[in-house]
């Protein structure tokens, strides 16, 4: 079974500060990881993905997150936070050979100006 | 906008009320999804479809029935629900079929009540 566990409901930062969201994941065989981002009454928007290659992954909004193996890690980070970053974080992951996307229950972050 | 359109935004309905959920992708992909989302809990699959075919019911209630006509259209119908059924109703859709690494887009979900 898969599962995804981020450990932090809700994460608070200053604006202008480094932001980082917690994730990390069981998985049978390689795991596909994502990060995505949502906004109220929205749907949920990709921010990024690693599928294999370079662990730290470069995405969307100046966002990047750093695959680790060893630690079955993959936390989401923005070196400079702005206010509008304020929103719920969910990290996913899917083994290789499954089509099943598990999430976790979702991070909010609350960037104060 | 990401490209998926779900109808309707949100929609209230009686226990013994019939209605359907309708997303629909602009986006070319192959394969679509349903979730579940419930206040303080993980997103739920339900259902996948896979180049019109269904490839997962993650062991959702027959009160939910999907349909998927084509590959640009996807359905939910509903009927008997229950009060725990009320949620935001998102759906997705993937580039290649539903076991590639390529990542989900998202409609904007409607928002069930039931009564």
């Known amino acids: 079974a898969q599962s995804v566990a981020q450990p932090e409901d809700q994460v608070n930062v200053a604006e202008g500060n480094p932001l980082t969201v917690k994730c990390t994941y069981s998985?049978?065989?390689?795991?596909?990881l994502f990060w995505y981002v949502q906004y109220p009454n929205r749907g949920l928007q990709f921010l990024l993905k690693?599928?294999?290659?370079?662990?730290l992954v470069k995405g969307s909004y100046g966002f990047e997150a750093e695959f680790n193996k060893s630690q079955t890690s993959f936390h989401l980070k923005k070196p400079s936070a702005l206010v509008s970053d304020s929103a719920l974080y969910f990290c996913?992951?899917?083994?290789?050979?499954?089509?099943?996307?598990?999430f976790g229950a979702g991070t909010t972050v609350t960037v104060r100006a | 906008e990401t490209g998926v359109t779900q109808t309707p935004r949100h929609l209230v309905m009686g226990m013994t009320n019939k209605k359907s959920l309708k997303c629909e992708q602009h986006l070319g992909h192959n394969a679509m999804y349903w979730y579940k989302q419930s206040a303080k809990k993980p997103l739920e699959l339900m259902f996948v479809y896979s180049l019109e075919e269904r490839v997962e019911n993650n062991s959702v209630p027959s009160r939910f029935s999907p349909e998927c006509p084509n590959s640009s259209h996807l359905f939910l119908h509903l009927h008997t629900l229950q009060p725990e059924d009320s949620a935001l109703y998102l759906c997705?859709?993937?580039?290649?079929?539903?076991?590639?690494?390529?990542?989900?887009?998202f409609g904007p979900g409607t928002r069930l009540t039931v009564t």
């Open positions: 998985v049978s065989g390689n795991p596909y």
């Open positions: 997705a859709s993937s580039q290649g079929s539903a076991g590639d690494a390529y990542e989900q887009y």
């Open positions: 690693y599928i294999t290659g370079d662990n």
């Open positions: 996913a992951v899917r083994g290789s050979n499954d089509y099943k996307l598990s």
